[in-house]
């Protein structure tokens, strides 16, 4: 079995298919309209939660079996519908249009694998068994949303800011790193966990205040 190489995909405003419209293909489908994807769905009947997203216009739909003719165009593909043969279809007609196409459930015929995700704000962590797993990959999720907490979010949007202010009056690249290590190992998350803002502002204050003299 490949090894596979990690990597986030930028899918804004890309033409994405789902084939199946049973229970996985909407959960494909959302999370797939989550990273602001055209979706087009493919499937002679869907599931009501589904058939909401084509009532409001959020996705389009092929009421039809699948067909190769339907990906023109198409960014990436899902085949999560529950007959194999259509599946193995689906992967056969995507590598030729070299497009990249995940098949539910089937690791052999991925090009790429959709991982178990912990989302907090601009912090991504994605967990992977290589498809051997999904229920340990789901376990680890779980133990990871209990370690990374909402102030995670908070601290990289502080982080986001502080890195602007620096860049512009701090010229030293090194001496920038510095401070920024000084900063994520501070006591900053700690405080945002505890609600304690003030006190997070002053410790910025000092560590903006002395970033000139910070020494490497």
Same mark, same amino acid.
């Given at each position: ?7 986030? #995909? ?7 298919? *789902? @084939? ?8 494909? *489908? !959302? ?10 769905? @493919? ?10 997203? *084509?009532?409001?216009?959020?996705? %389009? ?9 339907? #990906?023109?165009?198409? +960014? ?12 193995? =279809?689906?992967?056969? %007609? ?6 990249? *196409? ?35 990959? !789901?376990?680890? +999720? ?10 995670? %979010? ?8 502080? +890195? ?9 690249? !090194?001496?920038? =790193? ?13 405080? #945002? ?9 002053? #410790? ?10 910070? =020494?490497?």
């Amino acid at each position: 079995m490949a090894e596979y190489y990690p990597v986030y #995909l930028n899918i804004e405003n890309e033409r994405c298919y *789902v @084939i199946g419209g049973g229970e996985v293909a909407e959960r494909k *489908v !959302k999370s797939l309209l989550q990273r602001g994807a055209r979706v087009i769905i @493919i499937s002679p009947d869907l599931t009501d939660g589904l058939s909401n997203l *084509v009532a409001e216009q959020k996705i %389009a739909h092929i009421k039809d079996s699948f067909q190769e003719k339907y #990906l023109e165009e198409a +960014r990436l593909v899902i085949g999560a519908t529950n007959d194999s043969k259509v599946n193995t =279809e689906i992967y056969h %007609a995507a590598q030729k249009k070299n497009i990249l *196409v995940n098949i539910v459930d089937s690791p052999a015929f991925c090009d790429f694998i959709v991982p178990s995700v912990v989302e907090r704000g601009d912090l991504m962590i994605a967990i992977s068994t290589s498809g051997k797993s999904p229920a340990l990959a !789901k376990k680890i +999720r779980k133990e990871m949303e209990e370690r990374y907490g909402k102030e995670y %979010a908070e601290f990289l949007s502080i982080m986001s800011e502080v +890195r602007e202010k620096l860049l512009l009056t701090v010229k030293d690249q !090194k001496k920038r =790193e510095k401070i920024f290590d000084n900063l994520v190992n501070s006591d900053i998350m700690s405080l #945002l966990k505890e609600g304690k803002k003030e006190k997070i502002d002053s #410790l910025l204050n000092e560590f903006l205040k002395n970033s000139d003299n910070q =020494e490497i």
